[in-house]
């Protein structure tokens, strides 16, 4: 939990620390206060430091704003604290990918590196004892609180609307992610998947050398896939085969690790060594001609619309917690020839959907089963929700397990054909 690493940097440093939460938490040692928001708790209080839980227009951001305490968020909090080099990863979905990969390339290189940020680790548990050097994986929500936050290599991925239960607006959410090249300055590096026309728009007003990717061609100024070879930064290195996306991903992280100090042989080994991570869209099994595959990472219509448009035909799992986005591209995707409707967002799917098409279910176990009756030979049965999964599931991982095994115990814990 950001919010406690920083609480024990701050205490370490000496801070006298209160710690606020809407629910009941572990104390820790320090002074907490839970339930709703009591503006008086700011009496006494000379810095806040913020984590993603809460949106800057409601429970106590609004009124740390108007009372003028400075405000920012965990990450800039201990990266403020750090010397050391470290890139930074933003962009709607693919950052988890990326900024593991690049941290991979600088171990592989001999550098002491790490993954920090919206991957698991604070930022503020490493300052005690840095490494080498650092990839943090920056979401909007932490974005949009810094002040002095200045990655040497930074890198926009792509934008789609998303988290606008959080935003306020879709321009909000380009902003914040704009936060990322802030602080840059010409002798730092920017890059950004040049086909994405959201990501390419973000960059434009940055200072830094800007770097464009792609993950089907060379842009002029950039690198990518050509031939059979992935040229990157003046090196070529064998193409491991994968989708634009995942290619683009590879990409990025070499030139962010390259920026930092990576070889061409440790950026080389990463790239053959990949593999994509579990709930990204993970081929569970094949059964009679159809395949079963788990995208419960694809948390926003953005990235299921892209996981639709990996396969030929598709019986989808969709829904759960929509986070004020609009669900209509998924439904309007030709290649799904079905849709099964989960969640909170079930009805919402229902209303857009042609009815021939919708089919709704109460439960995991339920879409399942309404997926292995609907599903034809050459189809994908594939879970690439499109929302969050907190209406059913503790995370989109635990969605991600749950299909997997209701999947494998119905068609056979085997690869079939």
């Given at each position: ?146 002040d002095c936050f200045h ?9 789609a609307p998303d988290h ?58 950039g690198s990518g896939r ?192």
């Amino acid at each position: 939990m950001s919010g406690i690493a920083a609480a024990k940097l701050a205490r370490t440093n000496g801070d006298e620390v209160v710690l606020y939460d809407r629910r009941t938490i572990s104390d820790e040692g320090f002074e907490v206060h839970s339930g709703d928001w009591d503006p008086t708790i700011l009496d006494s209080i000379d810095q806040v430091v913020t984590s993603p839980g809460f949106p800057e227009h409601d429970g106590p951001i609004p009124g740390v704003l108007a009372a003028g305490i400075p405000l920012i968020s965990e990450m800039e909090y201990a990266a403020a604290q750090m010397t050391i080099p470290y890139a930074a990863v933003t962009g709607t979905n693919g950052k988890t990918t990326v900024t593991s990969i690049a941290a991979d390339m600088l171990v592989r290189s001999g550098i002491d590196a790490k993954a920090a940020g919206n991957i698991g680790t604070a930022v503020s548990d490493l300052v005690a004892e840095p490494p080498e050097a650092l990839v943090i994986e920056a979401s909007s929500f932490q974005l949009r609180f810094i002040d002095c936050f200045h990655p040497r290599a930074a890198a926009i991925l792509n934008i789609a609307p998303d988290h606008l239960d959080w935003h306020r607006n879709l321009a909000e959410y380009i902003a914040a992610k704009q936060r990322i090249f802030a602080n840059q300055t010409e002798h730092d590096l920017l890059v950004f998947d040049a086909d994405d026309p959201g990501a390419a728009g973000a960059v434009q007003p940055a200072r830094s050398r800007r770097v464009p990717v792609s993950g089907s061609r060379v842009p002029p100024g950039g690198s990518g896939r050509s031939h059979g070879a992935l040229q990157i930064a003046g090196h070529s290195y064998p193409d491991p085969g994968f989708d634009n996306a995942y290619t683009v991903d590879l990409i990025v992280a070499a030139e962010l690790a390259g920026h930092l100090g990576a070889t061409p042989h440790g950026i080389g080994e990463a790239l053959a060594a990949f593999v994509p991570g579990r709930h990204r869209r993970t081929l569970v099994g094949r059964w009679e001609g159809v395949s079963w595959v788990n995208d419960s990472k694809a948390t926003n219509p953005h990235a299921a619309v892209a996981s639709v448009r990996a396969y030929e035909s598709v019986v989808l799992i969709g829904g759960g917690r929509n986070k004020g986005l609009d669900l209509a591209p998924i439904v309007a995707e030709h290649r799904v020839r079905a849709i099964i409707g989960i969640g909170e967002a079930a009805d919402e799917l229902a209303a857009i959907a042609e009815p021939e098409r919708f089919h709704g279910a109460a439960d995991m176990e339920t879409a399942v089963r309404i997926a292995d009756e609907v599903a034809q030979p050459g189809d994908t049965v594939l879970l690439a929700p499109g929302c969050a999964s907190f209406d059913m599931f503790t995370s989109y991982g635990e969605r991600g397990e749950v299909f997997t095994q209701l999947v494998l115990e119905r068609k056979g814990e085997r690869h079939g054909n």
